[in-house]
């Protein structure tokens, strides 16, 4: 079982440019999330998604934008990189029953902006 | 805002003894509260969760959470901490069901001494 799985693990960006990160779940769930983990700060909620075609911002949404074209993808795009946007990212996926079940993780991207 | 705080940072417990790791939750409503634990270089996993009925639920690897109204806390406990159990913890929460914005404590890095 595949699970939750993130593409790419490491990335090196230089500042202004843009990418994508990938995320594909192989579990049928319907809620997808992208946080962002920064040391002290926890895991702060990018963006989320209920269904396919749908997104909604979490708490920390400027300079990056999401889409759920494909239920079982979520895709994270940064369009114009800065170095407050290095960080580690996982994305997480939660079945139909949503608020009250396990969310399960990603292994997490470790983007560096310079 | 809605959300859970984890007023620890860093917790230093020696092998054996007993652990308690503190959450405050700020929902209007009874909300859906879990714990979760991330191992160095590693995803998150889930230890235990709370939505309804008995105050008092058990996780795995020996780990319990009591979820007390009256003082809007989700406290986790483990009665004697094992070398394995270094790692960091979060709580998280959902306000309630239909609610599917899950987000997360900044977390309690928790060290075991020999």
């Known amino acids: 079982n595949a699970g939750v799985t993130q593409t790419p693990k490491f990335r090196v960006l230089k500042t202004g440019q843009s990418m994508t990160l990938l995320c594909a779940q192989d579990m049928n769930h319907e809620y997808m999330y992208w946080y962002r983990q920064d040391p002290g700060m926890g895991l702060r909620l990018i963006h989320y998604s209920v269904g396919e075609g749908t997104t909604a911002k979490g708490e920390v949404p400027d300079g990056y934008n999401v889409s759920r074209l494909k239920k079982q993808n979520f895709l994270l795009g940064l369009e114009s990189a800065a170095p407050s946007q290095t960080s580690v990212y996982f994305c997480?996926?939660?079945?139909?029953?949503?608020?009250?079940?396990?969310?399960?993780f990603g292994q997490g991207t470790r983007l560096t902006v310079v | 805002a809605q959300s859970v705080t984890q007023p620890d940072i860093h917790i230093t417990v020696s092998e054996g003894a007993s652990l308690e790791l503190r959450c405050n939750y700020s929902y209007g409503a009874t909300p859906y509260l879990f714990w979760y634990v991330q191992s160095p270089g590693q995803g998150l996993q889930l230890l235990l969760k709370y939505f309804s009925g008995d105050t008092l639920v058990q996780g795995i690897k020996g780990f319990e959470a009591e979820f007390k109204r009256s003082q809007s806390s989700f406290n986790l406990r483990k009665p004697s901490v094992h070398w394995s159990d270094a790692a960091e913890y979060f709580c998280a929460g959902n306000p309630n069901f239909g609610n599917e914005k899950l987000t997360f404590g900044t977390g309690t890095r928790l060290t075991i001494i020999p």
């Open positions: 997480a996926s939660r079945p139909p029953q949503g608020a009250r079940t396990e969310a399960f």
